[in-house]
Structures are given as C-alpha cells and as structure tokens.
C-alpha cells in the first residue's frame, strides 16, 4: 500500500473556539452561533490580525466552560469570511475551512485561549494516484452515492456534482461533512494524513451508516403498510367532511369548481387563464391544513374581483363638458381649455393613448375638484391615489404573493374598488414621492404613466399582465423640481396660478359659501353674508393663491351661525362688516405687511413659493466697518451668490452710481429677508438685492409703491425669471400698483387676466440702471 502523506509543515499560533456538537473539514463552507465569552473573544482576536482561527471538536458538548483535555488537539485552520451580530447578543460567523492544524500547546489568555499549531498544508501535485488509492476512491464514490438515494434529508442535484472530484483528499473530507458522525469518527478522519487510510475509515462509516438507514427505511414500510391507502384516504375525507359541515364551509373541489367558472367568465387571454387555472387546481391537490391553502384562494379571489373587461360607456359631448367645468369651476380659463380639447381628440380618436396630464399649481387652487369635474363630464368612475410620503415600490407594484401579509398594489387595488377599466385616476401629489432602501416608486410609476407600455402592466401580486391602457391618468403637484425628469417627461404640464382677488370673491358666493350652508345643515335663507365681508375677509384674513384658507374662514363663520340659531333661538344670521370680527375672530392680515412710506434700503421683491407667489421685503443697512457684508434670513446659494453679484456690481459702478467713499473697505453691509424661518433661495431676488444695497449706500429713499424681480449679472443686464404670473397675482394681493419686470417677460404678462393687467402699471427692463432710476428717488 502507497503511503500517501503529501502536507508540508508549518508553525502558526492561532485563538481558538471550541466547536459543541458541529463539525467542519478543508474545503468547505458552515456557518454557527457563536455565543460564550471565550469564544466571541477568540473572534474578535481573529478579526483583529488575519481573520484566521483554529477550530476544535469539543469531546462534551454539555461543558460550557472547557479546560485544556476537554477538547480534541486535532482540528481545522478556518477563515472567517462573515460575521452578523444577533440580537440576543451572539454572534453568527460563515467560516470556510482551509488545512488540518494538531495543537503542540494550549495557552490561556485573559479572556480566550490560543494554541501554538503544527499546520499541514495539503499539496495536491504530491499525490500518487495508485492502483489502491483509486480502488478506495470508487468504493467511498459508490457508498456516498447508495448514502444519498437512502437519506431523503441530502439534494441528490446538490451532491452528485461534487463526487466527480479528481482530488481523493478533497473527495474524502467534502463526503465526510454530510454524514451524521460521532465525535470520535470525526476525530479519527480529521487527525488521520495518510489519505489511503482516511478514505478506508470513511468506507467504514459509509456502510456502517447504509445498513442504518436500510432498516429505518424496512421499518417505515412495515408501519405503512398497515393502513392501506385506501382506508387512509376514505378516513382522512370522512373527518374533513365532517369538519367543514360544522364550520360551514364548501368542500375543496366544490370552490375550485366554482372559482373555475367564474374565471371563465372573466374572459382573460390564454396564457392568463393556464396561469390562474393552475393555481384553482392546487387546491385540489393541497392538504387542508396547508397554509398554501389560504393563500392560493386569496390569490384567485382578487383576481377574479378585478374588473378586467367591465367599462363604463363614456360620453364624449363638448357642450356637455363644458357646462360641467363652468358649474363646478370659475375662472381657470385656460384650464378648462386645455381639458376640453383633450375631450374632443378623445372623440375624433376613439381611444387616443395618452398624453397623461399634470395639474401644476400651489395649494388650494382646485386641482382634484378639476379631476373629479373630468370624470363627470366623460361619465366615468373616479379614483385617487395620494403619493404624499409613499417610499416603498411595492405600494405600486404590490408584493410577491408567497410573502407573509402580501397584497397588491394600490393601482390594482384602486382598480378594483373603480370596478371599470377606464376609470380617471387621479395620482395626487406626486412631487412628494419618496424612495429609500425599499425601492423607487418613481421608477415604478413610470410604467404605469407610459401609453406604450401600461397596457401590459403586472403587478407582483397578481403575476399576470393587467390592461391600464383605457385608464384616463391625471397627475397633480405643487411644484415640478422634485419629480424626476423621466417621470416628467411622461406627462403634459397645466399650470394653474393662484386666483385674483375678483375670482376668489365669485368663487365664495357661488360655490364656497352655498357649500359650507349646505353641510352645516343650514338652508339658504338661514344664513348669509355681505360681499363687502367676504372682501375682507380676501384681503385681511388670507393671502393665498388658493382659496383653502378661506373656505375654512367661512365654514368657522358658518358654525358660529349655526351656535346662534340653536343656542339663542334666532331665524336666521346676516355677517355684515359691523359684525365680521365677532364671528371671524381679529383681523389677522394687516396692511403695514410692507411699506407705506419711501425709505432707504427697503425694498420690495417678487418671490415664487410653492404655495403661490409672495411679497419679500429686502432691508439693507449700512454701517462703520472693516467691509463686512453680512447676509440673514435663512437663504439658499442662489440668493447668497445674487447678493455677492450685486456687491461686486456695484464696486465697479460705484461713481457712476453717485457712492462716495470706499465702502467696501471702511463700511459693513448688513442685508436681512425677514421671517428668518423661512427658507428662501433663487436667482429672480438680484434686482431687488442691488436696489437696496445702492439706496443703503447711497442714502436715497425707495418708492415704496413698486415690486421687482429679476435676475441680474455683472455687467448689470436684467435676465429673465419664471413664475411671472403669480408673482404678479401676488402684488395685486398686497395692492402694489407698478411692476418691474425684465424685458424678457413681457410676454409672459399675457397670461395675467385682463381685470388684473388695467389695475397694474408694468415697467420692463433689460439693465439695472433702469431699475435704479425707476425705483429710487432723487433727493
């Protein structure tokens, strides 16, 4: 017999942890709980250096604090390739063993225990494959394999690959770390370097645990045998019969064959139907028990709840739909426009796919009321979907169904609670999606919301293609520079700017007013209101581009109204501008907001928020300095950048703009935007920002009369900004009467309604020295 010892020696000093009840070989991969202290400390020495440890079989797996005897010399050289903390402290590592190491000496440190190792590292190329060496090896392949077809708990599919090993050592210790050993069988293949006589050792178990197996397996066809099949079966059904009588619930088969009915019914494609049939037939085949059970018949109840072929017959009259706009909207123009067009290529098509429409504009404007208004005005059902805070993808896509707890979507199940496939789907906000470790339900709305592909939508709850193509998508926001681009470009933008204050007043007494009586329980001639109260309230109470807040003005009038009428007995209440405040509260807006008197440095700015557009008063001072300029009120980099133009602007214009003195050596310039809370940022704030520093510096008063925006460069030129519209609605809120613009605008001064345009004076400019001669006053 060939010796066949082909390691080479080497000295290593290792910690170690002693293994309980686990064994590991070279060449393969476990992972274990580490949990007693000597261990966990050996770990972290390990981690600390090379990521090696030494690990041993413990001879007694009931000692939890083993001594020097307590465990076998013999072991494995391992790597730890993955640690994962548990919550009860432990800690679970993935180690992958390299070479076989024997411990000449153990030493006991403070809190683990190391050993001085003898390490045999295995040299393949030294192997001499003789005649002996190769009969062992085919004998230890057979019994792996004989092994194998017994024991059911070992993938044939997973071992088999891994018998076809050239290498006889490796062949040897992959075969050992799959059969169930005792310690001492462990011990003797792990210790022993002939690998002759570690692969007889190994026949020796082999069969040793063949014939066990054998007899477990006679013994489990002599148990079967004395309950037939038949009998088994027949007492088996005869008890869930029994059962299901006393609950009340259908047979199996019964439901199967009435979900196989009603699927059907649904007429689905092919490939749909073979989907869901295979699922009704598990049932048939499922023991009742089996929690599959209750998931498959959830799964085919909310497939067959879908309304895959159900529409409602749409109505395509633009006489019709324009009546609807204008009953239930006033103003929006261009809106209502744009919706009636969409209206009549709908009928010229006969199913135009897309475009997908967003409803651009702050808050309180009316943008799902508009929605609600399409769905009547093309008779279909209507649906909505708040995006506000959603971050997980699966709100969109839904989960897989074999998930503890899994549903689909909220598009499949708004779909179904529509109970049509055309319904106008409202996504409201969806500027304020989010996303996290969870997904991007961005990413997964963008096939929802693309003609071209939503008509083969799946869910991964449902796992069959659901048609969105008839669907009417209507999208909503406050704001477009947080939705991203590819989303954007998906869909056509309507903005819809804040109302004027002549719209918000017709607004009140035909639609908010009426509302709020009519919920409040009131009849019409039971309460009403001056138009010189409602103006008030427009003008001192809110300053909205919407008309939220004052709808809730009204309502709270409303109900003080309804206390009168029930607490003191009176028929009827009439708020005049005598009595406003008693059931209104104070006054809340007061006309001292900006300036009534020309002063230096105090300027008024034009401002776009999300919310609408707004005034923002500029203050600049100048003060005895080192040339400091000091910039307050919570700004962004744009603003900041602006205010760092308008200083380097004005030092190379400074004597042709009349500033004696080197103030930006000698003089410290302070700007502030007051509510210091609020976050601001833009480019349109730089003509304003110039204007307050030159009069500042200059000491000559700003007409107080005039609002600014625009943005400005070095050589002093006025470029243009967006959001025109409701900075100009936003002026005529504060009763500014003149305007600067830049020259650029001019034509976005087209979309302001006319009753606005003849109540305000517009300047346009295309440098900064018209500004400054337009808006600040000679001495």
Same mark, same amino acid.
């Given at each position: 017999?060939n010796?066949?010892?082909t390691y080479?020696v080497k000295?290593?000093?290792?910690?170690?942890i002693p293994?309980r009840?686990i064994?590991?070989?070279?060449n393969?991969?476990?992972?274990?709980d580490?949990?007693?202290?000597?261990s966990i400390?050996?770990?972290n020495?390990?981690?600390?250096?090379?990521?090696?440890i030494?690990?041993?079989?413990?001879k007694?797996?009931?000692?939890d604090e083993p001594?020097?005897?307590?465990f076998?010399?013999?072991?494995?050289?391992?790597?730890i390739?993955?640690?994962?903390?548990l919550p009860n402290?432990?800690m679970r590592?993935?180690?992958e063993?390299?070479?076989r190491?024997?411990a000449?000496?153990?030493?006991?440190e403070?809190?683990?225990i190391?050993?001085?190792?003898k390490e045999y590292?295995?040299?393949?190329?030294k192997v001499?494959?003789d005649?002996?060496?190769?009969?062992?090896t085919?004998?230890?392949?057979?019994d792996a394999?004989e092994?194998?077809s017994?024991?059911?708990n070992?993938s044939?599919?997973?071992?088999?690959?891994?018998?076809?090993q050239?290498d006889?050592s490796?062949?040897?210790?992959?075969?050992?770390s799959?059969?169930n050993?005792e310690?001492?069988d462990?011990?003797?293949i792990i210790k022993e370097l002939d690998?002759?006589k570690?692969l007889e050792?190994?026949?020796?178990i082999?069969?040793k645990?063949?014939?066990?197996l054998?007899i477990?397996?006679?013994?489990?066809k002599?148990?079967?045998?004395?309950?037939?099949k038949?009998q088994?079966?027949?007492?088996?059904k005869?008890q869930l019969m029994a059962?299901?009588q006393?609950l009340?619930e259908d047979d199996?088969?019964?439901i199967a064959f009435k979900?196989t009915?009603q699927?059907?019914k649904?007429k689905l494609?092919?490939?749909?139907?073979e989907h869901?049939? *295979?699922? &009704?037939? +598990?049932?048939?085949i499922?023991?009742p028990? %089996?929690p599959?059970?209750n998931?498959? /018949?959830s799964?085919? =109840?909310?497939?067959?709840?879908l309304?895959?072929n159900?529409?409602?017959k749409?109505?395509?009259?633009?006489k019709?739909a324009?009546?609807?706009?204008e009953e239930?909207h006033?103003g929006?123009?261009?809106v209502?426009e744009?919706v009636?067009?969409?209206?009549?290529?709908k009928?010229m098509t006969?199913g135009?796919?897309g475009?997908?429409l967003c409803?651009?504009?702050?808050?309180?404007?009316?943008?799902?009321?508009?929605? *609600?208004? &399409?769905? +009547?005005?093309t008779?279909?059902?209507?649906? %909505?979907?708040?995006?506000g805070?959603? /971050?997980?993808?699966? =709100?969109i896509?839904?989960?897989?169904?074999?998930y503890i707890g899994?549903m689909?979507?909220?598009?499949?199940?708004?779909?179904?609670?529509a109970?049509?496939?055309?319904p106008v789907?409202?996504?409201d906000?969806i500027d304020k999606?989010?996303?996290?470790?969870r997904?991007d339900?961005?990413s997964?709305l963008?096939?929802?919301l693309?003609?071209?592909?939503n008509?083969?939508?799946?869910?991964?709850y449902i796992e069959?293609?659901f048609d969105?193509?008839k669907?009417m998508?209507?999208?909503t926001a406050?704001?477009l520079?947080?939705?991203p681009?590819?989303?954007l470009?998906r869909m056509?933008i309507?903005?819809?700017?804040?109302?004027?204050?002549?719209?918000?007043?017709n607004i009140?007494?035909?639609?908010?007013?009426?509302?709020?009586?009519?919920?409040?329980?009131l009849k019409?001639?039971?309460?009403?209101?001056?138009t010189?109260?409602v103006k008030k309230m427009i003008?001192?109470?809110?300053?909205e581009?919407?008309?939220?807040?004052?709808?809730?003005?009204?309502?709270?009038?409303?109900?003080k109204?309804?206390?009168d009428i029930?607490?003191?007995?009176?028929?009827?209440v009439?708020?005049?501008?005598?009595?406003?405040?008693?059931y209104?509260?104070?006054?809340k807006?007061?006309d001292d907001?900006?300036?009534?008197?020309?002063?230096v440095?105090?300027?008024n700015?034009?401002?776009?928020t999300?919310?609408g557009g707004e005034?923002?008063?500029i203050?600049?001072t100048?003060?005895?300095?080192?040339?400091?300029?000091q910039?307050?009120?919570m700004l962004?980099d744009?603003m900041k950048?602006?205010a760092?133009?308008?200083?380097?602007?004005?030092?190379?214009?400074?004597?042709?703009?009349g500033?004696?003195?080197?103030?930006?050596?000698n003089?410290d310039?302070h700007?502030?935007f007051p509510?210091?809370?609020?976050?601001k940022?833009?480019?349109s704030a730089g003509?304003s920002?110039?204007?307050?520093l030159?009069?500042?510096l200059s000491g000559?008063k700003?007409s107080?009369?005039i609002?600014?925006?625009?943005?400005?460069?070095?050589?002093g030129?006025?470029?243009?900004?967006g959001?025109?519209?409701?900075k100009?609605?936003?002026?005529n809120?504060?009763g500014i009467?003149?305007i600067?613009?830049?020259?650029?605008n001019?034509?976005?001064?087209?979309l302001i309604?006319?009753?606005?345009r003849?109540l305000?004076q517009?300047?346009y400019?295309?440098?900064?020295?018209?500004?400054?001669?337009l808006?600040?006053?000679?001495?």
């Open positions: 017999m010796k066949n010892i080479e000295n290593i000093r290792l910690p170690i293994m009840g064994w590991i070989f070279p393969t991969i476990i992972h274990f580490v949990g007693r202290d000597i400390n050996a770990l020495e390990s981690m600390i250096k090379d990521s090696l030494f690990l041993t079989a413990q007694d797996a009931s000692i001594k020097i005897g307590d076998y010399d013999t072991g494995v050289i391992a790597e390739k993955q640690t994962l903390k402290g432990n590592i993935l180690v063993g390299i070479s190491a024997e000449k000496e153990f030493i006991f403070d809190n683990y190391q050993a001085e190792l590292v295995y040299n393949e190329e001499v494959l005649d002996n060496l190769k009969a062992i085919r004998l230890v392949v057979n394999k092994y194998i017994l024991n059911p070992i044939t599919e997973m071992i088999l690959p891994i018998l076809e050239d006889p490796r062949l040897a210790d992959i075969v050992a799959y059969i050993l310690g001492d462990y011990f003797n690998i002759y570690r050792i190994l026949h020796g082999l069969l645990e063949i014939e066990y054998k477990e397996e006679e013994i489990n002599k148990v079967s045998k004395q309950i037939s038949n088994r079966e027949y007492y088996l005869e059962i299901r006393e009340g199996d088969e019964e979900y009915e699927l059907k649904l494609n092919k490939k749909s139907e869901v049939l *295979k699922e &009704i037939n +598990r049932l048939n499922l023991s028990g %089996s599959d059970v998931v498959i /018949r799964y085919v =109840e909310e497939i067959l709840s309304p895959w159900k529409t409602t749409e109505k395509y009259d633009i019709k324009r009546d609807i706009l239930d006033y929006l123009e261009d209502k744009r009636l067009e969409f209206i009549a290529v009928k006969k135009l796919k475009p997908i409803l651009v504009g702050p808050p309180g404007v009316g943008k799902t009321s508009i929605v *609600k208004s &399409i769905a +009547r005005a008779n279909r059902n209507f649906v %909505s979907m708040r995006l805070g959603v /971050r997980d993808e699966a =709100e896509r839904g989960h897989r169904k074999t899994a689909p979507g909220r598009i499949i199940k708004l779909m179904e609670d109970g049509t496939t055309n789907f409202l996504l906000e999606l989010s996303s996290d470790f997904g339900p961005a997964a963008l096939e929802v693309d003609p071209a592909q008509d083969a939508f799946i869910d991964n069959i293609p969105l193509s669907v998508f209507v999208t406050n704001s520079n947080t939705i681009a590819a989303l470009d056509e309507i903005r819809i700017s804040g109302y004027t204050e002549f719209e918000k007043l009140a007494e035909k639609y908010l007013i009426p509302k709020q009586v009519k919920e409040h329980g019409p001639n039971q309460f009403s209101i001056s010189d109260s003008t001192n109470y809110t300053r581009a919407g008309v939220r807040n004052l709808e809730r003005l009204i309502s709270k009038a409303v109900r109204a309804v206390m029930v607490e003191k007995n009176k028929k009827a009439r708020i005049s501008l005598r009595n406003l405040e008693k209104i509260g104070n006054v807006i007061v907001d900006i300036p009534k008197e020309d002063m440095g105090v300027v700015g034009l401002a776009w999300e919310t005034i923002l008063t203050e600049a100048v003060m005895e300095g080192s040339g400091k300029v910039l307050t009120g962004g744009v950048e602006s760092m133009a308008a200083v380097s602007f004005i030092r190379s214009n400074q004597e042709k703009l500033i004696k003195g080197e103030f930006y050596k003089k310039i700007l502030h509510e210091g809370a609020v976050p940022d833009g480019p003509v920002i110039i204007t307050a030159v009069s500042a000559k700003v107080h009369d609002a600014m925006t625009g943005e400005i460069t070095l050589r030129r006025v470029l243009p900004i959001g025109v519209k409701e100009v609605l936003a002026a809120r504060y009467k003149n600067i613009l830049p020259k650029a001019e034509k976005d001064v087209e309604p006319n009753k606005v003849k305000l517009f300047s400019v295309e440098t900064i020295d018209e500004v400054l001669n808006a600040i006053k000679e001495s």
